[in-house]
T-cell receptor, first 114, second 111 residues
Framework: DVKVTQSSRYLVKRTGEKVFLECVQD?????MFWYRQDPGLGLRLIYF???????EKGDIPEGYSVSREKKERFSLILESASTNQTSMYLC?????????????FGPGTRLTVL | GQQLNQSPQSMFIQEGEDVSMNCTSS?????WLWYKQEPGEGPVLLIA?????ELTSNGRLTAQFGITRKDSFLNISASIPSDVGIYFC???????????FGKGTLLTVNP
């Protein structure tokens, strides 16, 4: 079974803090993704990575950065957290090849910025 | 950009009833995926479809990849209380591995 884990299920931070969200997958997947999910807005792609040290902006990258130093780990960084970044953050990974579009999600991190 | 229209937005049904939901798009997709998300959890993949016309089952769930490649449906037969959750469709097939997601169907099952 594919397993995608996220470092925290719940996180509370203060405005201006630097926040790190970690994601690890154990299936040697090439592609990894970070989304945020908000009521009424659905899933929105923040950043994705198709290889180590490679990254591409998604639909809403502003205020975020990412790091992929190892194949299995993809980190989302909020340089200076703001209240409008309170959200559910979901990490996903996928294989290249025929099933490259099939993404497997982690359990999510509910981030609250006060 | 690409958009998926998922309907219905919500459903309230009695245990034992069958459920049907669908997604349509003005764009062609090469992959259709169906996920279920329970409160406070990440989406879990239910069914993946990779070929136009494909009909795939997973237990009480059946999904089809529309022949035009612009739509897909998910059926749940004989619903049970644990079917409660939000069901998402997603279309894929671009060169950048990105998925386009529907807004979800909230399913409530009354015992």
């Amino acid at each position: 079974d594919v397993k995608v884990t996220q470092s925290s299920r719940y996180l509370v931070k203060r405005t201006g803090e630097k926040v790190f969200l970690e994601c690890v997958q154990d299936m040697d997947h090439e592609n990894m993704f970070w989304y945020r999910q908000d009521p009424g807005l659905g899933l929105r792609l923040i950043y994705f990575s198709y290889d180590v040290k490679m990254k591409e902006k998604g639909d809403i990258p502003e205020g975020y950065s990412v790091s992929r130093e190892k194949k299995e780990r993809f980190s989302l960084i909020l340089e200076s957290a703001s209240t409008n970044q309170t959200s559910m953050y979901l990490c996903a990974s996928s294989l290249p090849g025929l099933a490259e579009d099939t993404q497997y999600f982690g359990p999510g991190t509910r981030l609250t910025v006060l | 950009g690409q958009q998926l229209n998922q309907s219905p937005q919500s459903m309230f049904i009695q245990e034992g009833e069958d459920v049907s939901m669908n997604c349509t798009s003005s764009s062609i997709f090469n992959t259709w995926l169906w996920y279920k998300q329970e409160p406070g959890e990440g989406p879990v993949l239910l069914i993946a479809l990779y070929k136009a016309g494909e009909l795939t089952s997973n237990g009480r769930l059946t999904a089809q990849f529309g022949i035009t490649r612009k739509d897909s449906f998910l059926n749940i037969s004989a619903s049970i209380p644990s079917d409660v959750g939000i069901y998402f469709c997603a279309g894929g097939g671009g060169s950048n591995y990105k998925l386009t997601f529907g807004k979800g169907t909230l399913l409530t099952v009354n015992p």
